[in-house]
């Protein structure tokens, strides 16, 4: 048994579907957010509060320090801040990984709590 149609209907059809499930698929978003090795207490504060807006949103954030010129002696001072940011946000998210130093930026990705 056989059924006669339309081709072009049937690749209009085919398309139009696509392009829904394409527009119902789950958009991810990563906001990234830097810092020095160095960053004071108020800017810490202040990128700490942009972040919790970023994972309420439902976004990810990358948060990285990039190190200029000799700062990069720095590494440890750097891996302690990006941790604590983590600990900071653990009720808004939970870190993806611990943190990573590529070249001169090291960073991690914290991903945002299920809503319930």
Do not use: W
């Not at 978003?29 to 949103?57: S, Y």
């Amino acid at each position: 048994m056989c059924k006669i149609l339309d081709y072009q209907k049937f690749q209009y059809q085919q398309k139009k579907r696509a392009k829904e499930m394409k527009a119902n698929a789950a958009k991810i978003v990563i906001k990234e957010i830097r810092f020095g090795p160095n960053t004071d207490e108020h800017d810490f504060q202040f990128k700490l509060k942009h972040a919790q807006e970023f994972l309420q949103e439902g976004s990810k954030v990358k948060a990285s320090i990039f190190f200029r010129g000799r700062s990069i002696m720095f590494a440890e001072q750097g891996e302690k801040q990006l941790l604590r940011f983590a600990v900071e946000l653990e009720e808004f998210g939970r870190a993806e990984n611990m943190p990573v130093l590529e070249g001169k930026r090291m960073s991690m990705t914290i991903a945002p709590l299920k809503k319930k």
